[in-house]
């Protein structure tokens, strides 16, 4: 436990790259990334140590605040230690093309970002949560401010420290409410804490709404669109990869530790909430041409993902099947660990596109294959990760919140029950087939093809460190589809080990194991079958008899123009037709010269596809608070006298209260 | 684990070398039923030795992604073939329902990079298209799963496997193959989905998205989507047909009804194709609450 203060040590210290002298500004970089990954791979040690049970938890006091470590921290620090280093070695590349633009600010405040997230996963009361919470918060907001040069960043950023003071609010009022209940803010004493029931579903109300806003599940998730892409991409891989998964170890603290998950109600709206974000989330990110936004929305479909498998593991426990409820909770942690991986890593790939060609807009680009090759299979693992393909981590988590929802099927055969889970199937299944879609539309018309602008002529591949961040990433995922045994046991022993003790007994043979027989995945032997295969069949085409190189495609005698291929938008026209009930596409054309009537003329079109929350839900709202304002100008007539009145009115009051 | 993998291989093999052949007698049912004499059953063996033997062109916008599609394809239907139930003795112990089905849809994924590297509309098209259909098959097919999956207590496919006796043409039973004869007919790109035998027309999906392929990997592709319908009819046969035939049996019924139903149907409009997958989510969710 104490050598974590090390850790936090080395990120204090990055920090101080905030006061480098500027002429020694790529100095500080350096240096203070170095620290990043030192302290990330520290934190990384750490965690699996305590994990494997070799360190054996602990616990700090400074006065009134406390640090604590048990195995479900210690989960959640495995994945801030891991994508930690490998985002911060791809910031070293990567931040370098920040030189001369305030560099200095965003290494010291990455650092101190790294070290906040670390911060609020070992609190051990409510003071050192909500105040590193708060750190983590508004130093993301700075981070997500860097470039305020741009409207956009700035106005993406100041919703981000809005909607993100409302998510703490709703977790402070949390707090406060169990803290009535209990001696102490100490997270052991908030544990024991007793309260009748109207407040305790009002306490789960609000940390489930902050920490909802936090994960951006929706339709709480507005801001998360706009904000990741707009901070630089390192930070945007680490505010989707890592700070969207401390939302989930602060709800799960919550739901395991303090407030239970005895109510059927809770683990239903959690789960029904989960199941909407994850589809609507991957439908918009399908819709999106921007590749950070896609990337955006696609975390809300992860993040949907992990909690519809928490409320299915909270109404395992509900309906007083708790040892069944291990399959979810591990799916839980599966996914939140394998979609840090696949998110670090596909924002890292979107920033090299990026530097490489100036552009985040999918149109403009195409055949990048060719031009930075290391990049380009680094993010096709990525890829077939988000998209839940065999052989990458991706798969093994929605393998195991699939089999969550199974176990919900079989062992708690009600009819309701059924069609609770019929409603997740047509719902994950929907899911995954536009996960699939969405990043073959984002794979195939970035790096395949042909090049769509010029932007593309001048890329190149990205610097030593910058990739290397990114195979980091892509060997990890790979590791875990291939051998996801490990990780799930670890993950495993978390449930059944720390405060949590979900009593989990054989329920897990191999894999899973319900009614007479286990369900086995084994990724490495399928591999193994089909390398050889492929390998065979590679040797049968791999002489030129075979292989005829040919100048251009056949396009029935002419030259086929490079505009002939199809792009993004068109790709995704047949589910834009689909769903076009729920996402209600508007179509815009702009007659640009009106100079004839019937021909010649300029069109434009524009293809808008709001986000229908925004629409329906925040537009009237935000429109409701500026009426009543309107209105509450009334008793503010700018005149002394009046302000005399109210403040003598408002002593009458207190003089008669006070009296009764 | 050994023992039950080696089964699986021979299972595999097996399926491979009959898979034309049971290609070839759903065309011959087409042409007999239309009154047409037809192509001998063994057609498509030399339709496949023909490819085989034949040099493939690649254009030069192409990247080994390109090439390497139809050779993920192939070998993703041959690891689909292995997993499948119950036509060997010995219990085979790596196949897992979903696991099934993200194979596949590791295959559909390659296939549909390769129809965006050619650079041309007619890839774009047909990928784009193979995408909205695989959409809206997927909850049906995740929903057949959960029919047998939650009778059953396992998503071994090989613990899935129909029994009879419980469920000799009950509601359930009848609803439930039904609904996957409808998911098996979309998943394989046939009639009234998809058209398989035009080549030319704007209509088509899966064609549409091979257009590009040429010689060796054209027959690899052509092979993985025939092994695809045949493992698809022995999961048909072995998990929702509820009649107590032998496999082979089951399997030549099958075909035969393929080719009924498709010379009775015309390809439908791409946007009609929600309503006809919302069917067969609606009959297996009925399924489901009814056993």
């Known amino acids: 436990m104490e050598s974590f203060m090390g850790a936090l040590g080395l990120y204090g210290l990055g920090t101080l790259a905030l006061i480098w002298p500027k002429r020694l500004e790529l100095a500080a970089h350096y240096v203070s990334m170095g620290l990043a990954v030192i302290a990330s791979l520290m934190v990384l040690g750490l965690a699996s140590q305590e994990l494997l049970g070799l360190a054996g938890g602990g616990m700090l006091q400074f006065g009134r605040y406390s640090l604590v470590i048990d195995g479900w921290a210690a989960a959640f620090l495995v994945i801030i230690g891991l994508s930690g280093t490998a985002v911060s070695l791809y910031g070293m590349g ?567 | 684990m050994a023992f039950s993998f080696y089964h699986g291989a021979v299972q595999a093999l097996c399926l491979l070398i009959c898979a034309p052949l049971i290609a070839g007698i759903v065309n011959k049912t087409k042409a007999f039923l239309q009154k047409r004499q037809g192509a001998s059953i063994f057609q498509e063996y030399f339709d496949l030795w023909k490819w085989w033997r034949k040099p493939v062109f690649v254009t030069k916008y192409t990247s080994w992604v390109f090439l390497a599609a139809p050779i993920v394809y192939l070998v993703t239907s041959i690891m689909a073939a292995m997993m499948l139930p119950g036509l060997l003795q010995g219990n085979i112990r790596f196949g897992d329902a979903f696991v099934f089905v993200y194979v596949l849809a590791l295959g559909r994924f390659f296939m549909t990079l390769g129809s965006l590297d050619s650079a041309t509309a007619f890839g774009g098209m047909g990928g784009s298209r193979e995408i909205y259909i695989s959409v809206l098959v997927e909850p049906a097919v995740m929903l057949a799963v959960l029919l047998n999956a939650s009778r059953y207590g396992s998503t071994m496919l090989s613990q899935m496997v129909i029994d009879y006796n419980a469920f000799y043409f009950t509601v359930p039973a009848v609803l439930g193959s039904v609904a996957f004869f409808l998911v098996m007919l979309a998943e394989n790109s046939r009639l009234p989905v998809d058209n398989p035998d035009t080549h030319l027309e704007l209509t088509m999906i899966h064609e549409c998205m091979t257009l590009e392929y040429s010689g060796r990997l054209l027959s690899y592709i052509h092979l993985g989507s025939m092994l695809k319908m045949l493992s698809f009819f022995v999961l048909f046969g072995a998990l929702y047909l509820p009649l107590p035939l032998p496999m082979v049996v089951k399997v030549l019924m099958t075909a035969l009804l393929v080719g009924l139903v498709e010379i009775l149907n015309n390809k439908m409009r791409l946007f009609k194709v929600r309503v006809y997958l919302a069917a067969a989510v609606i009959m297996l969710a009925v399924a489901i609450i009814a056993q």
């Open chain 1, 94 to 660: 990567y931040g370098r093309g920040y030189l001369g633009a305030r560099i200095r600010q965003l290494t010291g405040l990455w650092n101190l970002f790294l070290g906040s997230m670390v911060l609020v996963v070992l609190a051990g009361d409510a003071f050192t949560f909500i105040l590193a919470w708060e750190v983590m918060a508004l130093v993301s907001f700075l981070l997500v401010n860097h470039e305020s040069e741009k409207k956009q960043v700035v106005s993406a950023a100041y919703q981000y420290m809005v909607m993100t003071h409302l998510g703490t609010a709703a977790i402070l009022m949390a707090f406060y409410l169990l803290g009535s209940g209990a001696e102490s803010f100490a997270f052991a004493d908030l544990a024991h804490s007793e309260l009748p029931p109207v407040l305790k579903h009002i306490a789960f109300g609000c940390a489930f709404a902050g920490f909802a806003l936090k994960s951006g599940l929706m339709p709480l998730h507005v801001w998360l669109p706009n904000a990741h892409p707009a901070a630089p991409s390192h930070v945007s891989a680490l505010m989707s990869g890592v700070m969207l998964k401390v939302a989930v170890y602060g709800f799960g603290r919550f739901v395991f530790e303090f407030i239970g998950a005895d109510v059927f109600a809770y683990g239903l709206i959690v789960m029904v909430v989960g199941l909407v974000s994850a589809f609507l989330g991957v439908l918009y990110a399908s819709m999106e041409k921007d590749m950070k936004r896609i990337l955006a929305y696609s975390s809300v479909e992860n993040m949907g993902i992990i909690f519809a498998a928490f409320g299915c593991g909270m109404i395992l426990v509900a309906l007083d099947r708790p040892y069944l409820s291990v399959v979810a909770f591990t799916a839980v942690l599966v996914h939140s660990f394998a979609h840090s991986l696949m998110k670090c890593l596909l924002f890292m790939s979107a920033g090299a596109v990026m530097h490489a060609t100036g552009t985040r807009n999918v149109e403009l680009l195409g055949g990048l294959l060719k031009k930075m090759p290391w990049t380009a299979a680094f993010t096709l693992v990525g890829s077939m990760s988000l998209a839940s393909l065999p052989f990458t981590g991706g798969l093994v988590g929605e393998w195991l919140t699939l089999q969550g929802m199974m176990t919900l099927a079989y062992e708690s055969g009600t009819p309701e029950l059924r069609l609770l889970v019929i409603f997740a199937f047509i719902l994950l299944g929907l899911t995954g087939a536009l996960a699939l879609g969405c990043f073959v539309r984002l794979y195939g018309v970035t790096f395949l093809g042909r090049r769509r602008s010029n932007l593309v002529l001048k890329a190149h591949e990205m610097p030593f460190t910058m990739l290397a961040g990114m195979g980091l990433e892509a060997l990890a995922i790979l590791a875990m589809g291939i051998m996801p045994a490990p990780v799930v046991n670890l993950m495993r022993h978390v449930l059944v080990t720390s405060p949590l003790a979900i009593p989990a007994g054989d329920v897990i043979g191999l894999w899973w194991n319900g009614g007479q027989s286990e369900s086995v995945f084994n990724p490495l032997l399928i591999l193994l079958a089909a390398l050889v295969l492929v390998a065979l069949l590679l040797m049968t085409i791999s002489s030129d008899k075979i292989i005829v190189h040919q100048d251009v495609t056949w396009n029935c005698g002419t030259e086929p123009t490079r505009r002939q291929q199809y792009t993004a938008t068109g790709f995704s026209k047949p589910l834009r037709r689909a769903f076009d009930f729920i996402l209600k596409p508007r179509r815009e054309r702009v007659f640009l010269q009106r100079d004839h009537a019937y021909f010649g003329r300029k069109l434009h079109y524009n293809l808008l596809i709001p986000d229908q929350f925004t629409d329906r839900l925040y537009r009237p709202v935000e429109h409701i608070m500026v009426k009543l304002a309107d209105t509450l100008r009334i008793v503010q007539q700018g005149s002394v006298r009046l302000y005399i009145g109210y403040t003598m009115i408002a002593m009458v009051i207190v003089l008669i209260w006070g009296g009764l």
